[in-house]
């Protein structure tokens, strides 16, 4: 058995499994891809000490490092996790790993609208990441749906690009940072609708409008336009531990300031914890706690 099975190969698995392959101690990480969501990053200005970096290079350089070390690296999805006498983590291809202790950091992915059009128009009009499909909407008219602090900087990144944005937010108010919103209504190419329930994306072969509900009216309008960029938060990777490990209402895993979960001898860390903050530098930290804390563990069981 391995003595540390890490699942999830971004920011925070990598560092739990450097850490963890730096104390001698048998370790594996499964990964249904290595990097997370840094691959779809375009700049990265906040990793301390790197100036400016961009994901994909940054993903290479992580995954670099950790294949320094003696690690077990297996491209598999994990589906199911059991606590026996050791912990089982069985994977889509059907086979069962072993581990006196694991630690879970499969991350988040965004979360969808869940409305007529937005499933049938991914990539053809419908987009999750500004920084990637942006420059697809050079002169076009957008709408950003959401007005949180991505959805504002979303539609901030946007306005340079698009000839116009308009942005959806369900309730009343923006609830981005008062910063953010300022730097929004500058804008000249900008249009703001609050209130606005999103009923649809219409289209035919790509894209062609958005149809909303004005919550305060119950009226129903229709805006003619060739892109929708989805703001409306991230979903933590955690569904297949329904029943297993302890979540929070949004399916966060429940962590500890060691990053412990409930269950005996599983650690999480970075995304798919209910951390504060989901940042790749604080993703590494977890994942470096997560993984001494498991060292910690091995030692006295
Ligand atoms: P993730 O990066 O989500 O990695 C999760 C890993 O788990 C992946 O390898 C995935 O394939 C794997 N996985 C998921 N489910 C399973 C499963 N069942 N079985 C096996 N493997 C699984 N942060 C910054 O600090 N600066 C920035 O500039 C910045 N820009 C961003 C821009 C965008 C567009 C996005 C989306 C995020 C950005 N972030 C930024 C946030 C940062 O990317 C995340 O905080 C960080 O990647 C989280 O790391 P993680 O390891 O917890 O999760």
Redesign the pocket.
Known sequence: PFDVLV????????TAAIYAARKGIRTGI?????????L????????ISVKYTE?PKLAASIEEHVKQYDVDIMI????RLEKKDLIEVELENGAVLKSKTVIL??????RNLGVPGEEEFKNKGVAY????DGPLFEGKHVAVIGGGNSGVEAAIDLAGIAKHVTVLEFAPELKADAVLQDRLYSLPNVTVIKNAQTKEITGTDKVNGITYIDRETGEEHHIELQGVFVQIG?VP?TE?LEGTVERNRIGEIIVDKRGATNVEGVFA????TDSAY??????MGS?ATAALSAFDYLIRH
């Open positions: 699942i999830g190969g971004g920011p925070a698995g990598a499964v990964a249904d891809r290595f990097g997370g969501q840094i779809d990053t375009l700049g990265i200005e906040n990793f994901g598999q999805r994990a589906k950091s499969t991350g988040a992915r965004w990441c500004p920084h990637c991230l990777n297949w860390a970075g995304d798919c989901k940042q790749i530098i604080i993703s994942g």
